[in-house]
């Protein structure tokens, strides 16, 4: 007989979902999916564009409920086809109301969808649409460390908001890096990974204060529910994690993490 899963905590806290993919769900209704999200205290949910076909798909997710926001960007998996048209799509969302970021952006050397030259120009041209829409930048950066290094420093000064390197997975220069210059690294359900002790270094790393939580749902579900596709309404099992790594209060880790979220895509509110 298997083990029972444990069921999902519920905090008294409030959390931010800082990423996931609301429309790549597929196991149930999208509605049914939300309503989990509510009941498990989740306070906001930010969905996250990839490609331009999904561009508009994330703009009429943020209609569906006031707690529902997007970003606008393409991913470096997409970046062969980014043109100016796409571009003009992004400067002229960037700012609706319900899209907080630019982003999913950067750069992706371990799968290598699109040519590494390619992907860098990309990078630069939406790190500049952030620059001149006062956007926040959530970034990708997989076996890409000394060439996200090398452009963000060109973006150092004309970048007035940072952002996050998502999924953080890389390696501990440019963990320093990013901490340094401001930016936040979000963690999701790698953290719970048995073998994910490097992610769990750069958890250690990190201060509190630049830490984000995220899903990254339906991809990289958390312990105890690898297997399954992975849904924001998990993110209280990443929370859990991040107390445990950090050997942190759990109420501190959440009303911190909940300040930085407001404070990187919500400064007004």
């Known amino acids: 007989m298997s083990k029972k899963r444990r069921e999902i905590p519920v905090f008294d806290h409030p959390i931010i979902e800082t990423h996931c993919h609301l429309d790549y769900l597929r196991d149930r209704p999208l509605q049914e999916t939300l309503e989990q999200t509510h009941r498990v205290n989740i306070e906001r949910v930010i ?19 006031s ?3 997007g970003t606008q960007g393409i991913h470096p998996h997409e970046a062969e086809s980014y043109n100016d048209a796409v571009e003009q799509e992004i400067r002229t969302h960037a700012r ?9 952006i950067g750069l992706d050397y371990f799968y290598d969808n699109a040519d590494r030259g390619v992907q860098r120009e990309v990078f630069r041209r939406q790190l500049q649409i952030a620059c001149d829409t006062d956007r926040p930048v959530v970034i990708h950066s997989r076996d890409a460390d000394e060439d996200t290094i090398a452009i963000l420093k060109e973006f150092e000064r004309s970048l007035k908001r940072r952002g996050v390197i998502h999924s953080f997975t890389s390696g501990p220069g440019l963990a320093r890096y990013a ?3 401001g930016w936040n690294l979000g963690f999701n359900g790698i953290t719970t990974f048995n073998k994910a002790e ?5 958890v250690r790393m990190a201060p509190i204060s630049q830490i984000l939580l995220e899903t990254d749902a339906p991809f990289l579900t958390p312990v ?7 849904a924001p309404f998990y993110l ?8 445990e790594v950090k050997q942190m209060p759990l109420d501190d880790v959440l ?6 979220s407001l404070r990187t895509f919500f400064p007004t509110q």
């Open 96 to 104: 609706d109301d319900g899209i907080v970021a630019v982003g999913e």
């Open 67 to 69: 707690w529902l926001y």
């Open 224 to 230: 105890p529910y690898r297997g399954r596709e992975n």
């Open 47 to 65: 969905t996250i564009a990839v490609s331009p076909g999904n561009l508009a798909r994330v703009r009429e997710l943020t209609t569906m409920a």
């Open 179 to 181: 901490l340094d210059q």
């Open 255 to 260: 009303i911190q993490t909940y300040q930085n």
């Open 198 to 202: 490097n992610v769990r270094d750069i």
């Open 236 to 243: 209280p099992f990443i929370a859990e994690k991040i107390a």
